[in-house]
């Protein structure tokens, strides 16, 4: 079984400029998750689709960041712009359905100059 | 904001010894998971342990739960070289959907 799938694996941009990341969950896995990770601290959930809709964006900061997964499949998270404190692993995951363990990619490492 | 806090946040063994992590919570929850994360790489999950469920059990990996505390533990026996990573509980809290609020991790260093 394919893991979790996420690119750019590395990203360096300078701030207000704007960044895309993707990702491509596991087969038949209906919930999709971002987290993003600030170095020394756990993952904090941004987004939760279910298929295509949204289930909880309430920690996504709307003013700069935007997510969809237009067809329930493969998902991009958008920043634009950028600010400093952006700086962070964004990291992609997937369910089954809404409940049970989660799977995960390897992350986008951005770095904000 | 945290759910879950582990301690310690650091912990150095040898290869062969057994490593404890503790986490504790702040409100009630569904399940608790624990994750491993390899430097550079995702998140693995390890264990899940429903709200009814005490101790449970996999491979080299126990994790016990005490609601009563809002606490829990993993234990991993016999060490190796290859458990060196960072650890995570999460918690699922009570009507929360699948959400996992992510504690602050355990740094573990197994060395040979």
């Known amino acids: 079984e394919a893991g979790v799938a996420q690119s750019p694996r590395y990203k360096i941009i300078e701030k207000r400029q704007s960044v895309a990341f993707w990702c491509n969950p596991i087969s038949g896995h209906a919930t999709l998750y971002w987290y993003q990770q600030i170095l020394g601290q756990g993952p904090k959930l941004l987004i939760q689709f279910q298929n295509n809709g949204v289930v909880d964006d309430s920690q996504l900061p709307k003013d700069r960041f935007s997510a969809e997964r237009l067809k329930g499949v493969d998902s991009t998270l958008k920043i ?27 992350g986008t490492r951005l770095s904000i100059l | 904001s945290q759910q879950g806090e582990e301690d310690p946040q650091a912990l150095s063994i040898q290869e062969g010894e057994n490593a404890t992590m503790n986490c504790s919570y702040k409100t ?15 998140l693995v999950h390890l264990i899940l ?64």
């Open chain 1, 80 to 106: 634009q712009p950028a600010k400093l404190e952006d700086s962070a692993v964004y990291l992609c995951a997937s369910s089954i359905q809404g409940f049970g363990p989660q799977h995960f990619g390897d």
């Open chain 2, 28 to 42: 009630s929850i569904n399940n608790l998971q624990w994750y491993r994360q390899n430097s550079g790489r995702g």
């Open chain 2, 49 to 112: 342990i429903r709200s009814n469920e005490r101790e449970k059990h996999s491979g080299r990996l126990r994790v016990t739960l005490d609601t009563s505390k809002k606490s829990s533990s993993l234990l991993i026996t016999a060490s190796r070289a290859a458990d060196t990573a960072s650890y995570f509980c999460a918690t699922v809290l009570t009507g929360g959907g699948n959400k996992l609020t992510f504690g602050t991790g355990t740094q573990l260093k197994v060395e040979l």
